[in-house]
């Protein structure tokens, strides 16, 4: 079935609903169990104790436009390997619900640590080798060390390897036996279609992965073999094509969010792996493709204020990747507060989503989880004195952006405020990014730009040049921070320069069609390409403007 999304991508404000889905019972430690291991939970509940319809109204009235809907392969799937029915119907009732309040919806095909055997979330037991799969991992505390295990228990090493090395499936009774990516992708397709099985419903985008692992990390084996992780790469992408080849089959024609692995969330190392490649790869495998289907999603989380890069220098590092990856697309598809409601948390996700929206890119905010008891202290507490899984997160993370009652932590409050719901309310039909719009104030009809570092003026010719490929009357304006940037190595042969002119204008502002942005041009007063003149190092107006 073919996508008919109401929202463009870099319009997208969205937020991760997990609730149920990622919190209890998809925790090895539960004290109602003989052997500390229920079954996955075979109901789906995305928001607790709250119905479906109270919480799609809570998110609307926020202000957000999309849903990234985490769901487990593990439980779509009995131990059997038979379809859960109650619980994908659930999920397929979730999508119909949303999509009738106007939400884009990405189904993320959700994992952590690999499976619940491991102390994590996503994959079903057969993907274990069969000496895993009686496992129970039990973490010290609250589970809060989760992150950190891929790096110091070989398990996740094994896991890893096996799964990108794509060596054939253990056996086990009712499942059939596939290699691993291949019995991935097989499990995926066949929720989709049981999903698109049912009358009007489709999905805006699908995230085929959460956060891949490199099994590298494991003892820092990345320094020593720096060959491997090329070689990892080429599997990721491998991966990717296999599981777009088998979703096209299945009926899918929304986006795909593809991530690069779990070493690049915040660029918090030396270097980053990315995706070089990916979109031409794909392109090449599957030619009847449309590139513009492809969004570049790393996550991006700044644990500590002095750990890691400042978001200028991440995004700076993710625009690079990016392009690297022939994205015409980026959304950040997680980031939240790691202080878990700490007041500093309110500035550190202040300055991300300030630089996010100067920047115009979009984001999905990590997360609306209203299935916890109380206060984060107050459910620690009431843990630690009743042992009650249901009354803390999987992970020890309280993230949420609401608390049980419906409203905002007092740490999101003017955060919302801020950047989803009176921009939201600001949003207009010709679907400009709305960050642009405070610096159009002019009126006559131009398009503004600005030339990089270095360069004074754009001669005549050119300015003429560019009014006659853009169709715009041109003028340079020296007094704003917006730009029309590209990296030489995208810039297309002269026959191509007027058609990329008027892709890359639209692929930023994210109108549908050009006769919007004349619109918005002639309503506004103007038309401004944006990046952050920090972020122009290796900018280049000119190449844009050349024969």
């Known amino acids: 079935m073919a996508c008919s999304q109401a929202t463009s991508i870099p319009c997208l404000r969205g937020v991760n609903v997990s609730s149920h889905s990622k919190g209890m019972p998809f925790n090895p430690v539960d004290p109602f169990s ?7 939970q075979r109901v789906f509940k995305p928001f607790g104790k709250h119905s479906t319809s109270a919480g799609l109204e809570c998110i609307s009235s926020l202000g957000f436009n999309c849903i990234r809907l985490l769901i487990f392969l593990e439980a779509c799937f009995t131990l059997s390997g038979e379809v859960a029915d109650s619980y994908i119907d659930g999920v397929g009732d979730f999508i119909l619900a949303a999509h009738s309040r106007g939400f884009f919806v990405v189904l993320d ?23 895993l799969r009686t496992a129970r991992t039990v973490f010290k505390g609250l589970g ?7 790096l110091t228990d070989r398990r996740y090493w094994t896991c890893w390897t096996r799964f990108w090395d794509n060596v054939l499936a253990d056996e086990m009774a009712g499942w059939p036996r596939l290699p691993l990516q291949e019995l991935y992708v097989h499990c995926m397709s066949v929720v989709l279609r049981k999903l698109y099985a049912r009358d009007g419903l489709f999905v805006d985008a699908i995230d085929i992965i959460n956060e891949p692992c490199l099994p590298e990390i494991f003892a820092a084996q990345f320094i020593f073999s720096p060959w491997q992780i090329r070689a990892r790469r080429e599997q990721l992408i491998d991966f990717y094509i296999r599981a777009i080849t088998d979703l096209e089959q299945a009926g899918f024609r929304g986006y795909y969010f593809l991530e690069p692995f779990n070493y690049d969330v915040s660029c918090l190392m030396r270097f980053a792996i990315g995706l070089d490649g990916c979109c031409d790869r794909i392109c090449e495998a599957i030619p009847e493709i449309d590139r513009q289907r492809f969004v570049f999603t790393p996550h991006c989380y700044q644990p500590l204020k002095r750990l890691g890069p400042s978001i200028d220098r991440m995004v700076h590092n993710y625009m690079r990747l990016q392009e690297a990856g022939g994205f015409v697309w980026m959304i950040i598809g997680e980031l939240g507060d790691v202080t878990y409601g700490a ?7 202040d300055k991300q989503l300030e630089r996010l929206s100067d920047m115009a890119i979009p984001w999905i905010v990590w997360e609306f989880c209203p299935v916890y008891e109380t206060s984060e202290a107050e459910s620690r507490d009431a843990y630690r004195i009743t042992s009650n899984v249901h009354s803390f997160p999987w992970n020890g993370e309280y993230c949420s952006i609401v608390g049980p009652d419906l409203q905002p932590l007092p740490i999101y409050t003017n955060i919302i405020a801020r950047y989803v719901t009176r921009p939201q309310s600001r949003l207009t039909l010709t679907r400009f990014s709305n960050p642009a719009r405070r610096h159009c104030t002019r009126q006559n009809k131009v398009l503004h730009i600005l030339v990089r570092d270095g360069v004074d003026t754009i001669p005549a010719d050119r300015l003429q040049h560019l009014t006659q490929l853009s169709g715009q009357t041109v003028s340079t304006w020296p007094d704003v921070r917006w730009y029309i940037i590209t990296g030489s190595m995208h810039v297309p042969p002269s026959a ?3 058609q990329y002119l008027l892709e890359f204008t639209l692929s930023v502002l994210g109108f549908y069609h050009y006769l919007d942005a004349g619109l918005f041009a002639n309503q506004h007063g103007g038309i401004t390409v944006c990046t952050d003149q920090s972020l122009l190092e290796e900018a280049y107006i000119c190449d844009l403007l050349a024969e």
């Open 496 to 498: 191509q320069t007027r």
């Open 144 to 150: 809060e060390s989760w992150g950190s295990q891929p």
């Open 343 to 349: 007041p500093e948390g309110e500035g550190i996700l």
């Open 34 to 40: 003989e052997d500390g291991y229920l079954p996955p």
């Open 109 to 131: 095909f959700h994992q952590d640590n690999f499976s619940r055997r491991l102390g994590g979330s996503g994959l079903a037991d057969v993907f274990l080798p069969t000496s």
